[in-house]
């Protein structure tokens, strides 16, 4: 049986994306330097701001709504990051080996942040039952 998750560190979606973003920041390393301020900012920003998402998302489980809502950010920044894979890969570079993978990785990631949108009653908190307050009484 899997142990309960208690952080978001926890999340094997989150160990993923970010194990993808640390790729992504690795192979970013290697684009030309007239890329810096354009595509290695921009697939290094979305590629974090998945996992950043989610780690609001995990402090928004009160609020079912607020939760699906930075899923649902979480779930744009990985379709960015592929996107930004596919102007990597058509300006060469990366090769198609490493875009497969990279792209797959975000699939999967995408595949299971929907997941946890469509079920996400099981991930929210649920209300705690409200104790009696005792008003003092006025003298």
């Not at 560190?9 to 354009?38: C, G, N």
């Not at 697939?43 to 607020?66: D, F, G, H, L, P």
């Not at 890969?89 to 080996?97: H, L, N, T």
């Amino acid at each position: 049986m899997a142990e309960p998750v208690k952080h978001h560190r926890d999340l094997e979606v989150r160990k993923k994306a970010f194990a993808l973003a640390m790729r992504i920041f690795e192979l970013s390393s290697s684009f030309p330097k007239e890329e810096r301020y354009a595509l290695t900012d921009q697939i290094r920003r979305s590629s974090r701001s998945v996992t950043a998402n989610m780690a609001e998302a995990w402090q928004k489980r009160r609020y079912e709504a607020a939760f699906c809502a930075k899923l649902s950010d979480s779930c744009a920044e990985a379709a960015e990051t592929q996107e930004w894979l596919d102007f990597a890969f058509a300006c060469g570079y990366i090769d198609s080996s490493t875009f497969d993978e990279l792209d797959e990785g975000y699939s999967k990631v995408l595949s299971t942040l929907r997941a946890m949108q469509f079920h996400s009653a099981q991930w929210c908190l649920r209300e705690q039952p409200q104790s009696t307050i005792h008003k003092p009484q006025s003298t």
